[in-house]
């Protein structure tokens, strides 16, 4: 096969591949048996057909379609294996001509990185002390917590949870029509438009209200935006929150606490723990804001697509477990698809340059994993299983965790660098950093 490979701007690459006959010929028998096993030619067990009959039945184009289908990929993997280039998502192909068969794929590939002076970064761990005033504060986080939503016979009040049925319309278009949905209303939290939650307030139960209200600039709906909406809302029931008293009592109901200066210590410990851990990980964060402010690193736009689109469907899924649709989340979170898309684009690119620049520092300073922390990875990340896994299992869990392990490794030959411990470490060294927070990233990846 000849294969060309030709860079092209936004980190591109095109191969033009021109694919012998040989291969092609042993596509169309593949492609034959392929089709002999699913079409049921007369006076012949299926599968069993001679291909002259198979490609009577089904045509000539139709095996040629399914002999590129069949003969394009494999020679588009032995042209990456040739040029040695670095693809980062699937290609474009295109068949230039049947025969010879000729196919120009077009692929992104990763982008070359320009590392700054990441050695000359300073920053050290700060840990804040934990105050009374945060203490308290969690104390009180901890009684919202226990709260309990009651029945009242009153009318609503700022900090009520309401269960309504409401609609709104435009003109004669409905833009939303839902029934016993649970909302909190405050004077502070704006719902679908400004003064809604003002109307809701002073409603009571089994009440319903018309009123109107305008439309903010930036709804969801671009030609909704900025219009006066007429709002009909019908009220089946107020709840108002009730705490509990943090008492001796209090205390015992949170573990085995028997009074109120035991839970107050144990809230203090976890918090110092928290603040500790969260300095941490904001250090992390800003020595690789630093480094990636340094680096020269773009990454190509259809691979910037891709992750910006991976990210959209999280988002609906984590929507859809919540109860709520993607329309809904964009009308009461006052976005349009667009600017969430934007805020998503952004979000990917961010992220790949991120994992672009830690590859090209874990380069740089020679981090590996080794054997034996992968395996200790797999083995700790498997403890919470419990069914069995195989081999194969085992091999794709590995393989997940290989590049977590690897970035976190990388994080800590910065933190070191950016505290002043400077020179490289040993490979011997290196393995002796046991990998943290890893459990959590693998169950997302796996």
Excluded: C
Aim: aromatic letters at 4%; hydrophobic letters at 40%; proline letters at 4%.
């Amino acid at each position: 096969m000849k294969v060309t490979a030709s860079e092209i701007e936004g980190s591109q690459v095109v191969l033009d591949m021109e694919i012998e006959p040989e291969r092609v010929e042993k596509a169309m028998e593949k492609a034959y048996r392929r089709i002999a096993s699913r079409v049921n030619v007369p006076g012949f067990r299926r599968g069993k057909a001679p291909r002259v009959m198979v490609e009577r039945l089904v045509g000539r184009e139709a095996l040629m379609n399914e002999a590129l289908e069949i003969a394009i990929p494999e020679a588009y993997e032995e042209a990456v294996r040739e040029t040695a280039i670095e693809p980062v998502n699937a290609p474009k192909l295109d068949v230039i001509s049947a025969e010879p068969l000729s196919v120009k794929a077009t692929v992104a590939v990763r982008p070359k990185v320009e590392l700054g002076d990441y050695s000359s970064i300073r920053q050290t761990l700060e840990v804040p002390e934990v105050t009374e005033e945060q203490v308290d504060n969690a104390l009180e986080n901890l009684r919202q917590s226990k709260a309990v939503w009651t029945p009242v016979d009153r009318e609503a009040r700022s900090g009520d949870l309401l269960t309504i049925d409401i609609r709104g319309r435009v003109e004669d278009r409905n833009f939303i029509d839902s029934k016993g949905i649970n909302l909190v209303v405050a004077t502070d939290r704006q719902i679908i438009a400004p003064g809604v939650a003002e109307q809701l307030i002073g409603m009571k139960k089994d009440e319903s209200k018309a009123f109107d209200a305008t439309l903010p600039e930036e709804f969801s709906e671009k030609e909704l935006a900025g219009k006066e909406a007429a709002f009909e809302a019908t009220l089946s029931e107020v709840k108002e929150k009730r705490l509990p008293i943090l008492d001796d009592e209090f205390a015992k109901s949170i573990g085995e606490h028997a009074a109120m200066d035991e839970l107050r210590a144990t809230v203090r410990k976890e918090l110092e723990q928290q603040t500790k851990a969260q300095a941490r990980e904001n250090l992390e964060e800003s020595v690789l804001a630093a480094v990636v402010d340094q680096a020269q690193a773009e990454p190509p736009q259809t691979w910037v697509e891709e992750q910006a689109e991976g990210l959209r469907k999280n988002t609906e899924n984590r929507l859809g477990r919540e109860g709520l649709t993607y329309e809904q989340f964009l009308r009461f979170s006052n976005r349009t698809d667009e600017t969430l898309k934007d805020e998503l684009f952004t979000t990917a690119r961010r992220q790949l340059k991120r994992t672009l620049v830690l590859d090209a520092v874990a380069k740089a300073e020679d981090i590996a994993v080794s054997d034996d922390e992968l395996n200790l990875a797999v083995e700790e990340a498997l403890a919470t299983r419990k069914v069995r896994t195989d081999a194969a299992e085992r091999e794709r869990l590995g393989a997940n965790l290989l590049p977590i392990l690897r970035e976190r490794k990388t994080l800590e030959r910065l933190i070191e660098i950016a505290s002043g411990e400077g020179e490289k470490k040993t490979e011997a060294e290196q393995e002796e950093v046991v990998p943290a927070a890893v459990e959590s990233q693998t169950e997302e990846k796996a």
